[in-house]
Nanobody, 124 residues
């Protein structure tokens, strides 16, 4: 059974940085897509960034150039480095994983495996 544990959220001022981590266990797929999503109050969950087993990455336009997704295979951990944060990035952030490749940001409903959310709050 896949288990995803998210950590690293918090509160920062605009312009600041945070790094989110998503530790995966029970996950032995040689083919996979892992992604970060976020959801602000009253809004639909939206894709932030994804990476697959071919190391292809995709980003939402709103975070390109500011966020970086990466995966440490030895630790089976997914990361999201977030720089130049602004209040529009305030949301609950989730990681997700599944056993197919993704060359572009997938729709969140495609994923069966989710970590718990972590709150990111950016103040102006």
């Amino acid at each position: 059974q896949v288990r995803l544990v998210v950590s690293g959220g918090g509160s920062v001022q605009a312009g600041g940085s945070l790094r989110l981590s998503c530790a995966a266990s029970g996950y032995t797929y040689s083919t996979y897509c892992m992604a970060w999503f976020r959801q602000a109050p009253g809004k639909e969950r939206e894709g932030v960034a994804s990476i697959d087993s071919d190391s292809r990455t995709s980003y939402a336009d709103s975070v390109k150039g500011r966020f970086t997704i990466s995966k440490a295979n030895a630790k089976n951990t997914l990361y999201l480095e977030m720089n130049s944060l602004n209040p529009g990035d305030t949301a609950m952030y989730y990681c997700a994983a599944d056993r197919w490749r993704c060359s572009s940001l997938p729709w969140w409903r495609r994923f069966d495996n989710w970590g718990q959310g972590t709150q990111v709050t950016v103040s102006s």
